[in-house]
């Protein structure tokens, strides 16, 4: 079966560093994708990891570890404007399909 | 560059009322299609996926269809709506290769009365 699981909610304070949590279990793996989410809006797309380890973006960071099933988002120098939800997306194979199964996300408060 | 409209943003429909709600993607050729439901505390649910004109992958059994009658252009539509249709409908199209990221349009607030 597939199953994402991420925590339903987080705060934090401004400035401060954060970690997103992500773990999966789907029948085939062909990358993660992490989403940004703000109230009413749509997702916009922040990471993408396909092998082991850490990909960084400015002030985002994605890293990956396929045989424990885990990926997290770190969120550093944390800004109001971060306050949102976060979305974890497993594309499953076979190689070639673009089907993404999305987590419930987490919903990130960022506090002054 | 690459733009997706959706249309309409906002649509409050009584149940049993027929559907159809459209998106277009500018800028790109070939793309791969999707669209996705979320509903309230629930995650993205993908409905059905496009890899071009007239193909169309159903995801989940429903009362909702879906057509590609041009390149660009991805419609889902119902014949009759049930409560449970409620939702935020989003479209997304990718480029036509492997491992490519899917971006989605600002979506389509649906309330089922």
């Known amino acids: 079966g597939q199953n994402i699981d991420q925590p339903t909610e987080m705060t934090a304070t401004e400035g401060a560093i954060v970690q997103i949590n992500c773990t999966y279990q789907?029948?085939?793996?062909?990358?993660l994708f992490w989403y940004q989410q703000h109230a009413g809006e749509a997702p916009t797309f922040l990471s993408y990891n396909v092998l082991d380890g850490l990909e960084e973006k400015g002030r985002f960071s994605s890293f990956l570890s396929r045989s424990k099933g885990y990926s997290y988002l770190l969120l550093k120098e944390l800004q109001m404007k971060d306050s949102a939800s976060y979305l974890c997306?497993?594309?499953?194979?076979?190689?070639?399909?673009?089907?993404?199964?999305f987590g419930t996300g987490t919903r990130l408060q960022v506090f002054p | 560059s690459q733009t997706i409209h959706q249309w309409p943003a906002t649509l409050v429909q009584p149940v049993g009322s027929p559907l159809s709600l459209e998106c277009t993607v500018e800028?790109?050729?070939?793309?791969?299609l999707y669209w996705y439901r979320q509903a309230a505390g629930r995650g993205l649910q993908l409905l059905f996926y496009?890899?071009?004109?007239?193909?169309i992958s159903s995801e989940v059994p429903q009362n909702l269809s879906a057509s590609r009658p041009q390149d660009r252009q991805f419609i889902l539509s119902s014949k009759k709506l049930l409560l449970s249709d409620s939702g935020f409908y989003l479209c997304a199209w990718s480029v036509r290769q492997d491992q490519e990221t899917q971006y989605f349009g600002p979506g389509t607030r649906l309330l089922v009365l």
């Open positions: 789907t029948s085939g793996f062909n990358g």
């Open positions: 997306a497993v594309r499953e194979g076979p190689y070639g399909t673009d089907k993404l199964i």
């Open positions: 496009s890899v071009g004109i007239g193909q």
């Open positions: 800028g790109t050729s070939n793309p791969n």
